[in-house]
């Protein structure tokens, strides 16, 4: 589960190359030239999604047939604000025996509002500082109503479905060995020698061309102002207590 550029292509990648079938094609653009040009440079090794479930959320048809009809093997990405939507929450009640793990992918908010900001700049050329302001505010603040909603949601209306949540957090892929054998330890998985080397080669440095510390204190100052910081807080403390419950 992601909301926007937290790293969820990144983990769908990692997912295809431990052999887990992923739902979705690399690029979704529908033979739009500029739009396979634009992902292609805002994403350039795939986004692996299905339109109808990252979108449509437990209710689509195809996420139902889904889980009806597939093993422990295969992944889907989804929008993290269909768990918190109280009109979705009958389909994962319905879901839940049939899921086998869910993964929430969560980045620090400041670089996150950044990387999403110029995505957009990408997409629709905008360049002026009130238009920056005004998108990364936005962002933040469904940061901070998204994520900051998803425990309270896990621990309540959705507690069937607690044991099978683990937290990825896009900073650990700064170290790629340790990020994959993570992934491997929460799937059970046991990748040949082969598939375990591809998975970590497939992490670039260049993914990181927006680091948190790069950025200004009164950007990263803003995200702690609307308490997007203090929600990426509990999400590594909730992290923290996973990893320890698990071990």
């Given amino acids: 589960m ?13 997912l295809k190359k431990l052999d887990i079938t992923v739902v979705g094609q690399k690029f979704d653009v ?17 986004y692996f999604e299905k339109p109808e479930i990252f979108h449509g959320g437990p209710s689509s048809i195809e996420f139902q047939e889904l889980v009806k009809n597939s093993g422990p093997d295969i992944a889907c990405k989804m929008d993290v604000r269909h768990f918190v939507d109280e009109k979705q ?24 509002a950044r990387s999403e900001y110029l995505g957009d700049a990408v997409s629709i050329q905008h360049n002026c500082q009130t238009h920056e302001f005004t998108f990364m ?18 621990s309540n209306r959705l507690r069937m479905l607690a044991s099978k949540v683990d937290y990825v957090a896009y900073s650990d892929a700064l ?22 080397s591809s998975a970590i080669l497939n992490i670039s440095p260049d993914l990181f061309r927006i680091k948190d510390s790069d950025l200004s204190e009164e950007e990263r100052n803003w995200a702690v102002q609307l308490g997007a910081e203090k929600v990426y807080s509990e999400i590594e403390k909730s992290r923290a207590l996973k990893m320890v419950s698990s071990s």
């Avoid at 170290?175 to 375990?196: A, D, F, G, H, M």
């Fill in 2 to 14: 992601t909301l926007g550029r937290s790293g969820s292509s990144l983990l769908m990648q990692i």
């Fill in 30 to 46: 529908k033979g739009d030239p500029l739009s396979q040009q634009i992902h292609e440079k805002l994403n350039p090794k795939g």
């Fill in 89 to 112: 929450l009958p389909f994962w009640i319905d879901a839940a025996e049939d899921i086998s793990s869910i993964l929430l992918s969560y980045r620090v908010p400041s670089e996150q």
């Fill in 137 to 154: 505010t936005r962002f933040l603040r469904d940061y901070v109503e998204t994520y900051g909603s998803f425990d309270s949601v896990l």
């Fill in 175 to 196: 170290n790629p060995e340790t990020y994959v054998k993570r992934l491997c330890s929460i799937l059970k998985r046991q990748p040949s020698p082969e598939q375990l």
